[in-house]
């Protein structure tokens, strides 16, 4: 049993801190002494929504403390980053390399559902078992987790690092790679350069392609972007005006790719009208607020794909993830802009909401 201080949603939209204890793990059940742990958008409009108290928190590195009977794919003392696709491995999905779309993965069957519980009785608050964002709650000092849900570091990158990799970095890179399967030498735009915005640039310039537009609100985005492989970048005052800055960059043409990050669905008519005919666009993660979307901006052979996950199998994925890394073709320190202790989570918010970091992240250790 181990008690330490975590970050929970207080069920009215907020968020307070106080300490869980934490049972030794069952079987298939790994504790993770949590290094660092990334804080995603996500989490915020999760907190406003949710109606339990449970342990914030989806992206994660640190050490195997104790591992459940049946755990093999990591020991106790191994460095691992997690995942929170959490594949079965056994389903329809998982056995086509689908691993995204898991079908016991507790995000596809509706909002309550993001908050899982351990099996038993593994994680208690004031002696009430509670819930775990995306079945991880990383906002902690250890984190009881199902052992799908860990992947092992076999190479050396500081955890604020690693644990980035868990929702961001595969979020973006895998949209590239595993969900559009962009060609060489295309073009393509990206509205919102946050930080799955910024792995959609190097998943985009690693993938050659020639002209990779950055679209943002904020200046200062705009010249990380070219930081990061944007090769040109337009400042987002006014819709038309920036389709007609596309247009302009693309001598004429539209992009064959757009990349939808910003989950703003003002921006739906913009990626449509910014798409070449033939093109694909690809909406990152989840649009908020309504939009009307008019079927003609399908015309002439476009296609509109939903990337879950970017689209990643996090066994596979991790490990190409981190051979990029380590070959220092994907920059993943330099996307931690800020860092907080845990029990400044409130600040951490703040830089999150003020929308200038491409990734804050928690330092759980210090609390
Ligand atoms: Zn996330
Ligand atoms: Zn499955």
Redesign the pocket.
Known sequence: MIKTKAVMSDAKGGFFIDEIILNPPQAHEVLVEIKAS?L????YNLMLLAENIGVLG??GAGIVKAIGDGVSNVKCGDAVLLN?ATPCKKCVDCKSNKEFLCEQIASKTGTEDLWTKPAHDGILHRNKPISRL?GLGTLARYALVREESVNKINIDIPYSSACII???VM?GWGSVVNVAQVNNGCSAVVLGIG??GINVLQGLKLSKAKTIIAVDINEQKLDLAKKFGATDVILNTNIDDTLRKIETILFGRKADYVFECTGNSSLVPLAFQSTQSGGKLIQV?VLTGESPIDMNWLHWGKSYVNSFYGGCCPDRDVLRILELYQKKQLRIDEQVTQMFPLNEFQSALNALLKGYDIRVVLNTCEN
Do not use: F, P
């Open positions: 990334g995603c958008r996500s989490d989806h992206e929170w995306l868990g929702c961001a979020t930080g799955v993660g």
